[in-house]
């Protein structure tokens, strides 16, 4: 009788040890490991990630730097209304015009995160876009070769609207001063659309 109270003492003891201590210990030991599992996995796709890096630096380094400043001039990350000011008052100014009563708008994500649509749609774009409003002044052939050159520059700018008036006063005064018939001036209102990456 003795060995059976005893047999069953130290099978209570093992369910005992077994429960208080053996099994939590296993299923943390399990969880640590599975947590080791997770991270290694971690460290892989971090140490590919690395290389990829590496590639695509490699390759970035290998392009041509004028290629490069081209690519930087035809879309941006960043805004410089001032430069794309002089830019175009330059352009204007090879065709003896000039650039007056500039008005560069806020940059388009600012006002659409203002409507709900826009809160929705403006996360999911890589590139934002500027809107900006000038006038010039001069002939009909001297604004198609400023719209020509800049339809061939390399920033993407978009022609929101165009409209034009004749300016007589200014068609009257060259008239007055040219001995040859001129071509008549008109005052041009023009709104240009760019973009820049984000």
Known sequence: MFRLIFAIAILVAAGAIFFVYTKPAYD?????????????????KATQLQQLKQSLLSKYNALDPSSLD?????????VDNISLI?????????????LANVDVS?????????????????????????T??????????????????????????DLVSLSLAEDTAATAAQGK??????????????????????
């Open 86 to 98: 002089l830019e175009l008052d330059n352009l204007a100014t090879r065709y003896g015009m000039a």
């Open 132 to 157: 900006f409003r000038f006038s010039t002044k001069g002939t009909y052939n001297q604004f198609l070769e400023f719209l020509g050159d800049l339809q061939s520059s390399l920033r993407i700018v």
């Open 106 to 130: 806020t940059p388009s994500s600012a006002s659409t995160a203002a409507t709900p649509l826009g809160s929705i749609g403006s996360a999911s774009q890589t590139y934002d876009s500027l």
């Open 177 to 198: 001063t040219a001995s040859a018939p001129s071509q008549p001036i008109y005052d041009y209102d023009i709104t240009l659309r760019t973009y820049w990456l984000k």
């Open 70 to 78: 081209r690519l930087q001039k035809l879309l941006p990350d960043h």
């Open 28 to 44: 943390a030991t399990s969880a640590t490991q599975a947590q080791i599992g997770q991270y290694n996995a971690a460290l892989d």
